[in-house]
């Protein structure tokens, strides 16, 4: 049996909501994989040439680790990958990768675990379980908790929200981003982002998009990671004065996710927002994405 898997791209923090808030959207990767004598990986699209072929691929580490989850074992698998995910730019190719191979995996040996338990496991690898939880779940993903007891749900959004990413050509890597943050913080900021979190979830539930600006400010990341991305203030104005209703700083940068009130403002917004990284000196492109509603999906087909 061939198992395919296709997982969404995830915008982890979504400003206030730091390791806590993941949503997915819609663009993926997909991940078919069999079991076989020997492993080998052919990667197309993002990364190919640049990501290892063998047990050091994240797919096959998460494949290995969801059997030996489940106590089987396998000589190898047969693995491809179809990537759109850019990687290193903030929108979890890395959790993509590990939630993809785990679910592929778990599909292959019949599905023993749920998908709480895939989260768990996904949650560790990654380290951080914002990511996963939106790529398990989909849609506007709240994690919390440690290890074992990391559990997640995911919320509806307003479906009239557009949401743009304008990922930048350069990359960035997560752990030097998140080494810039400081060990402590002021308690007025931690009061900040509590406030600011709680009125980001009751704005998207309550559909009101007046209050979406105030909620999606930051003081626990974004300020530290501006030093690492010096053009995040000139597009995230651009992106404000052409329409947005916010922006920030997608997972740890340096892509920037930006929501708008409709499609039109999106493609308005879109574009500023190139146009400011442009004039910084950076090259990128901006993409106009929906939510995705699914997370992870699995497809079996005879081999
Ligand atoms: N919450 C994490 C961070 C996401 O901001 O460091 C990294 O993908």
Redesign the pocket.
């Known amino acids: 049996m061939k198992v395919h898997v296709s997982v969404p791209a995830?915008s982890?923090?979504l400003g206030p909501g730091?390791?806590?808030l993941g949503l997915a959207v819609s663009l993926y990767n997909e991940v078919e994989v069999r079991e076989a004598a020997k492993t080998t990986v052919a990667v197309e699209g993002e990364g190919t040439g640049r990501l290892p072929a063998g047990d050091k691929n994240v797919v096959v580490r998460a494949l290995r680790l969801v059997y030996d989850a489940v106590g089987r074992k396998a000589d190898g698998w047969t693995v491809r990958c179809v990537n759109r995910i850019p990687p290193a730019r903030?929108l979890?190719s890395?959790?993509a990768a590990w939630v993809g191979g785990l679910v592929a995996g778990n599909a292959l040996l019949g599905s023993p675990l749920d998908r709480a338990r895939i989260l768990r496991l996904a949650a560790r690898a990654?380290g951080?379980p914002?990511?996963v939880a939106a790529a398990v779940y989909g849609g506007l993903t709240v994690a919390g908790g440690e290890g074992e007891s990391v559990v997640a749900l995911s919320l509806p959004v307003p479906p009239s929200l557009v949401w743009v990413a304008l990922i930048p050509d350069v990359t960035s890597s997560?752990a030097e981003?998140?080494a810039v943050?400081p060990p402590k913080v002021p308690r007025a900021d931690a009061v900040f982002n509590v406030q600011r979190v709680a009125l980001l979830l009751a704005s998207l539930q309550a559909g009101r998009v007046d209050t979406l600006a105030a909620a999606l400010d930051d003081r626990l990341?974004q300020p530290y990671?501006r030093r690492l991305f010096p053009w995040m203030p000139s597009v995230i104005s651009a992106a404000r004065a052409a329409g947005a209703l916010g922006c920030v700083?997608s997972?740890?940068?340096p892509s920037i996710l930006a929501v708008a009130p409709g499609v039109a403002e999106s493609e308005a917004v879109a574009s500023a927002m190139e146009k400011a990284l442009s004039r910084a000196g950076v090259g990128g492109s901006a993409r106009v994405l929906a939510v995705d509603t699914q997370g992870a999906a699995v497809r079996e087909q005879p081999s």
């Open positions: 995830t982890a923090n730091f390791d806590a903030g979890g890395s959790a990654e951080h914002d990511n997560t981003a998140r943050l990341h990671r700083l997972g740890a940068g």
